[in-house]
């Protein structure tokens, strides 16, 4: 069983940045893929970024040009830096982690383990 801990949500005014962090209890380092979701009440839950084993990366969607993914294998952390927010960024951001690949494209339905996750406000 893999656990997922994210931390650094908060309450930011608009145009700000912040960078999310999820520790994971497993080797990141290989056979695994770490990804990034995000959800507002109501609605679906949204993929935003995913990392390999490799480091090879794909994003969902328009974030890339503002959403950062990346890793540190020696804290097996996975960081989602998030730049000039905007209120829509608004949600629960979500940590996932499934092995040994990522797909191209992120689905809810194939990462297994979650973290509990961490709430973004920006106002």
């Known amino acids: 069983h893999v656990q997922l801990v994210e931390s650094g949500g908060g309450s930011v005014q608009a145009g700000g940045s912040l960078r999310l962090s999820c520790t994971a209890s497993?080797?990141?380092?290989?056979?695994?893929?770490l990804g990034w979701f995000r959800q507002v009440p109501g609605k679906e839950r949204e993929g935003l970024a995913s990392?390999?084993?490799?480091?090879?990366?794909t994003y969902e969607g328009t974030v890339e040009r503002r959403f950062t993914i990346s890793k540190d294998n020696a804290k097996n952390t996975v960081y989602l830096q998030m730049n000039s927010l905007k209120p829509e960024d608004t949600a629960m951001y979500y940590c996932?982690?499934?092995?040994?690949?990522?797909?191209?494209?992120?689905?809810?339905?194939?990462?297994?383990?979650w973290g509990q996750g961490t709430q973004v406000t920006v106002s």
């Open positions: 497993v080797d990141i380092s290989s056979e695994w893929c």
């Open positions: 996932a982690a499934r092995g040994p690949y990522c797909y191209t494209k992120l689905s809810v339905a194939d990462f297994t383990y």
């Open positions: 990392i390999g084993w490799d480091n090879k990366t």
